[in-house]
């Protein structure tokens, strides 16, 4: 048996014979790729009897239902167990159902539904990959240990082992080999480029090591520009420099909506098998909201999809292409040129080599965009486990989920299942109010203080214990939520929820890292800070959201509820010292008046000291001058559209464009 470390990079599962093996690629410690099958995890579910059934006897009809005729071979039940656990709080006995491989599932869950009148079955719609990572407790890219043997294997890579993998350090991999690629396609006039018929004119690359290159197949004289005989001999070399580079993570903006699948398709055209991943499969487009493309062996990443899905809260800018986002994030944009007469060149055999710079330049802001958002990637891949691919496209209720899934171990709870159909549908009908906004007055204001929850609705799930395994009717001992539509709701005080006991692990860590900061402006720390504060944000959301596991309208009902009550007491109170101008979600603009800084210090104080758990009501800051503008066609203020200028000189613009590139200077 031999022993090696490795940085997981992506996983997912075979199946050899009777049984299904979890498969991981990755890096080893010495630079190697790796690639190990883990045989030590069978795929399993719950079965929930009904009340009062004898479970002994259940477990021997589950163990007697004849698979025979379900297809080709027989489905193998390798064990079954009666063992304890909680849904929702409440500790219920089940049997649990080991078998062989993945598809086995849904199989014998079918049969068991149909010959055995039972409850429930849970925890067959778990991923298997994902149960891996859950059960095994890994999370990926971090340092991981696999005891084992060598085997030989098909996959292309430079080690196959056979074994158990175990994590041994929240150590994430070092100067990871970032391949950044980018394509620029034939089209003329203002039509978009037709993939099965306009050809691609470029591709560039760039990398984080010191690689850079643009490959065609029109005449160009620059010296990172390698030309090829034509379409087809370029997309051979766009393989052929993928293998032979060996990223761990390729990257582009906007690749999973736009580059792969074009490049796929003019593979299709010219009759070549698009193969990138490491086992030889070829690339196949995953079509859902939006396309997705997974390789096997590394990891394939779209940038724009977590700037659009997870950023967007945090960004000035309010368009997301390559040019806004980079200058906003690093101060730098791409090159100007002429389309029409880059095409018309192209077209005519003439100079294309601003067609190229243009090309080389977009890859080398992605890859510098990428690596500017990469260290809080990391840390939300440390919290919730997940691949990088994975979390780059998740959405906040994916987080708040899979963070919830790495986690529930902790208090034995079952995996409650995803809504079927009719479930969803009805969800879907279900609605509440959401956060108090107190319209701004239009107008220029002097000295002008904001003051702010701070995490707002994670700590009142915290501070009033709300979670879907606490509600109640018992209003002895229990939180009582604000008056909603003529209704209250009840949360126990017996026992911490697990998902408020989630949420006041992920503020208090927050809070500690935050002091951190205030001594060591760190990269990583600051990284750590935002992945704390959108995973823990992400839960009010999550458990209004149709889809979730652990929807519940009573939760995010009284979330809400309990905000707008806060901050309605906020302006109450503060408008007996100050005038109030604004309010917004967990926010409060206050003119100070004839009051000083003190004041405002001196009335936050007291608020505090009145707020349960771990609210807190933080001073944002003072500004000298503030200017509120009035909606277009009316004289009323419009939410979330203000300038504060600070005693430095400093401005924070909300709302609306400083800066217009097609506006005059006295704009």
């Not at 997912?12 to 190697?32: A, E, T």
């Not at 240990?145 to 082992?161: K, P």
């Not at 503030?626 to 066609?633: A, T």
Request: hydrophobic content about 35%; glycine content about 6%; overall charge negative.
């Amino acid at each position: 048996m031999e022993k090696i470390k490795f940085y997981p990079l992506t996983i997912d599962y075979v199946n050899l014979g009777n049984s299904s093996y979890v498969r991981v690629f990755g890096r080893s410690v010495d630079g190697d790729r790796i690639c190990v099958y883990d045989t030590s995890l069978k795929p399993y579910f719950y079965v929930i009897p009904r009340k009062g059934v004898n479970l002994s006897q259940l477990s021997e009809k589950v163990k007697a239902i004849n698979t025979s005729d379900t297809n080709d071979r027989p489905v193998e039940i390798h064990s079954v167990e009666i063992v304890k656990k909680n849904m929702l709080a409440k500790e219920i006995e089940l049997i649990k159902v080991e078998c062989g491989i993945t598809k086995d599932v849904s199989i014998l869950k079918e049969l068991i539904k149909e010959e055995i009148d039972v409850l429930e079955i849970v925890e067959h719609d778990i991923k298997f990959t994902q149960r891996f990572l859950i059960d095994k407790q890994i999370s990926m890219l971090s340092l991981c240990e696999v005891e084992g043997e060598q085997i030989e294997s098909y996959e292309d890579v430079d080690l196959v082992f056979r074994g158990e993998i175990k994590q041994i350090s929240e150590e994430l991999i070092k100067d990871p080999r970032i391949l950044v690629f980018d394509i620029e396609t034939y089209t003329k006039g203002d039509k978009y480029s037709d993939s099965e018929h306009d050809p691609i004119a470029t591709i560039a690359f760039y990398s984080n090591y010191g690689f850079k290159k643009v490959i065609t197949w029109k005449k160009v004289d620059l010296d990172y520009v390698e030309i090829l005989n034509d379409e087809r001999e370029m997309l051979l070399e766009f393989m052929r420099i993928i293998k032979i580079e060996e990223p761990d993570f390729l990257v582009g903006y906007y690749s999973d909506g736009f580059d792969l699948p074009y490049i796929k398709t003019r593979c299709d055209e010219h009759k070549i098998k698009l193969r990138l991943s490491l086992d030889g499969s070829n690339v196949r487009v995953v079509k859902g909201a939006e396309s997705a493309i997974n390789l096997i062996g590394f990891s394939h990443i779209d940038v724009i999809k977590f700037i659009r899905r997870i950023m967007v809260e945090t960004l000035e800018t309010e368009s997301y292409d390559l040019s806004s986002v980079a200058k906003e994030l690093i101060g730098d944009g791409k090159v100007e040129i002429d389309f029409d007469k880059i095409m018309e060149a192209w077209y005519n055999s003439g100079d294309i080599k601003k067609l190229c710079e243009y090309n080389l330049k977009d890859v080398e802001l992605t890859l510098k965009v990428f690596l500017k958002i990469l260290p809080n990637l990391y840390e939300i891949v440390k919290f919730v486990g997940a691949p990088i691919h994975e979390v780059c496209r998740s959405t906040f209720g994916q987080l708040a989920e899979n963070y919830l899934l790495k986690n529930i171990h902790r208090f034995n709870e079952v995996i409650l299942s995803r809504p079927n159909f009719e479930s969803l549908d009805f969800r879907r009908y279900q609605s509440y109010e959401g956060g108090y906004v107190f319209e701004p007055s239009p107008g220029v204001y002097k000295d002008v203080c904001v003051v702010d929850f701070r995490s707002l609705y994670p700590s009142i799930i915290h501070a009033h214990n709300i979670c879907p395994s606490t509600i109640t009717k018992e209003k002895k001992n229990s939180f009582e939520s604000p008056e909603i539509n003529g209704e209250k709701y009840y949360f126990t005080k017996d026992h911490q929820g697990f998902v408020s006991e989630l949420i006041k692990e992920l503020i208090e860590r927050r809070i500690k890292v935050k002091d951190e900061l205030k001594k060591n402006k760190d990269q990583v720390l600051s990284a750590r800070s935002y992945a704390l504060k959108i995973i823990s944000n992400s839960f009010y959301g999550y458990l209004g959201y149709p889809g979730a596991r652990w929807y519940s309208i009573e939760c995010a009902t009284s979330i809400a509820a309990y905000a707008r009550y806060y901050v309605k007491e906020v302006i109450s109170k503060a408008s007996k010292d100050f005038t109030v101008i604004y309010s917004d979600t967990d926010s409060c603009f206050l003119v100070l008046g004839n009051k000083t800084k003190n004041d405002v210090i001196k009335f936050v104080n007291k608020l505090n000291d009145e707020l349960p758990g771990l609210m807190q009501i933080d001073i944002e800051g003072f500004y000298e001058k503030g200017i509120f503008v009035s909606k277009k066609g009316d004289g009323k203020g419009a939410k979330k559209k203000y300038a504060l200028l600070d005693s430095r000189g400093e401005l924070v613009i909300k709302g609306f464009e400083s800066i217009r590139t097609d506006w005059s200077y006295l704009a």
